[in-house]
Nanobody, 122 residues
Framework: QVQLVESGGGSVQAGGSLRLSCTTSGYIYGKHSIGWFRQSPGKERAGVACLDSLGRTFYSLSVKGRFTLSQNNDRNTLDLQVDWLNSDDAGTYYC????????????????WGRGTQVTVSS
């Protein structure tokens, strides 16, 4: 069983930055894939950035170059540095995990946190 708790969301002006953090319990680096997903009003939950169990990272095209994944030395957190935020980045950000090397697709993940809200104002 993997438990995930997100933090770090908030309200920021366009062009600003936030650092989202996912604290894990039961997650095993090298065994689980883990990532950040975003759900905006009226849209499906979509993968933003993921680290699979083989150590490969994935970023969606819309965030590549602006968002960066990192882990602490113990590899029990997954942070997402989000820079140059725009209105399309607003939504609820969820941390999720699953066993094995899976694509960054919400349908492939079965452990979920409760989410943290990101609001972007112009």
């Amino acid at each position: 069983q993997v438990q995930l708790v997100e933090s770090g969301g908030g309200s920021v002006q366009a062009g600003g930055s936030l650092r989202l953090s996912c604290t894990t319990s039961g997650y095993i680096y090298g065994k689980h894939s883990i990532g950040w997903f975003r759900q905006s009003p009226g849209k499906e939950r979509a993968g933003v950035a993921c680290l699979d169990s083989l150590g490969r990272t994935f970023y969606s095209l819309s965030v590549k170059g602006r968002f960066t994944l990192s882990q602490n030395n113990d590899r029990n957190t997954l942070d997402l540095q989000v820079d140059w935020l725009n209105s399309d980045d607003a939504g609820t950000y969820y941390c999720a995990a699953t066993w094995g090397p899976e694509p960054c697709d919400a349908a492939h993940f079965n452990y979920w946190g409760r989410g943290t809200q990101v609001t972007v104002s112009s």
